[in-house]
């Protein structure tokens, strides 16, 4: 199994970054796709979450409207998160980060992708 998401860089307030987290060795059946960031000295928040066994998404309130999440279900070989108007509270790691849906627990994560938003 390989996450690796990239896409990250410096960017200014109310700028756009588009991530990229390409997905090999898991199927979008058996797992939600998760996009995850930690900010300096805070705890991980769970930014967006898709599930294409049921259909849903999830985005956190401080991006909700902001952020879209996206994937490549054809082949499903990617997943994405647009990022719009961002901030500089969206400073952070970003990880992509994939769920196991039978047991709710984070299985498989990414390296991370660094995204720096300045003022």
């Known amino acids: 199994v390989q996450l690796q998401a990239s896409g990250g860089g410096l960017v200014q307030a109310g700028g756009s970054l588009r991530l990229s987290c390409a997905v090999s060795g898991i199927t979008f059946d058996d797992y939600a796709m998760s996009w995850i960031r930690q900010a300096p000295g805070k705890e991980r928040e769970v930014v967006s979450c898709t599930s294409k066994s049921d259909g849903t998404a999830y985005y956190a309130e401080s991006v909700r409207g902001r952020f879209t999440m996206s994937s490549d279900s054809s082949s499903e070989n990617a997943v994405f998160l647009q990022m719009n108007s961002l901030e500089p509270e969206d400073t952070a790691v970003y990880y992509c980060?994939?769920?196991?849906?039978?047991?709710?627990?984070?299985?498989?994560w990414g390296q991370g992708t660094l995204v720096t938003v300045s003022s």
């Open positions: 980060a994939a769920r196991t849906i039978l047991t709710g627990n984070y299985d498989h």
